[in-house]
């Protein structure tokens, strides 16, 4: 089974909007992380925000926030003004903390983001 | 912050050869690193997972002889491709956990375009 969904297939988005990328999850645990990473076309990966399963408050980083619904299990990405450089590919990804101290990601397939001028 | 050097950033080489990729964790101790394959447009897929001093734990259908794994050290982790074909071209980028005092974060390399010619 798919554990994190990313179904949109790409998102355009004009300057100075905001956007917002969606992710749902599954996981049996009770203890978990989310993270979201942009990935420009030079491919390295930027850390952009994370979640923790018991973070009551959802996480925001500057123009970014995560719309953290646990019930829906869901971890939607929020960028505020959007700006040109924005445009890149956006991955939602899971930890499962059972897995260990050093347990991978998971990803998701990713959301090309398009920003318009 | 956490860096994790990966090197070459891109590589050409013919059919049939091997390529070794490496990544350096520079002010931290790695003691596991991921690697992952990403094709163009494509999720990360992990292949395998390094630790130090031990052998490296393969995902399910990856080629072990194939994709070699080397963990010698806290600070290096070598992923060699042997015997290279064209459908080895690829992305690949390393991962490395680290804690800071907010949050178990990765850090990834910036990755190596391996185009097999």
């Known amino acids: 089974a798919q554990k994190i969904t990313q179904t949109q297939p790409g998102m355009f988005v004009q300057e100075k909007e905001a956007v917002t990328l969606d992710c749902t999850y599954d996981?049996?645990?009770?203890?978990?992380?989310l993270f979201w990473y942009k990935q420009p076309s030079s491919g390295e990966m930027i850390f952009l925000i994370y979640?923790?399963?018991?973070?009551?408050q959802n996480a925001t980083e500057g123009r970014y926030s995560l719309n953290f619904q646990k019930a829906r299990k869901s971890a939607n990405l929020v960028i505020s003004a959007s700006q040109l450089g924005d445009s890149a590919m956006y991955f939602c990804?899971?930890?499962?903390?059972?897995?260990?101290?050093?347990?991978?990601?998971?990803f998701g397939k990713g959301i090309t983001l398009s920003v318009r001028p | 912050g956490a860096v994790v050097s990966q090197h070459p950033s891109w590589v050409i080489c013919k059919s049939g050869t091997s390529v070794k990729i490496e990544c350096r964790s520079l002010?931290?101790?790695?003691?596991?690193m991921f690697w992952y394959r990403q094709f163009p447009k494509q999720s990360l897929m992990l292949m395998a997972t390094?630790?130090?001093?031990?052998?490296?734990?393969?995902e399910q259908g990856v080629e072990k002889d194939k994709f070699l794994i080397n963990h010698a050290s806290l600070t290096l982790s070598t992923l060699t491709v042997t015997s290279a074909h064209p459908e080895d071209s690829s992305f690949y980028i390393c991962?490395?956990?680290?804690?800071?005092?907010?949050?178990?974060?990765?850090?990834f390399g910036s990755g190596t375009r391996l185009t097999v010619v």
């Open positions: 991962s490395a956990p680290h804690r800071t005092a907010l949050l178990l974060g990765y850090t």
């Open positions: 996981t049996s645990d009770q203890s978990y992380g």
């Open positions: 979640q923790g399963s018991y973070d009551e």
């Open positions: 990804a899971m930890r499962e903390v059972h897995t260990g101290a050093n347990s991978k990601l998971t």
């Open positions: 002010d931290f101790q790695a003691t596991t």
């Open positions: 390094s630790n130090e001093g031990s052998k490296a734990t393969y």
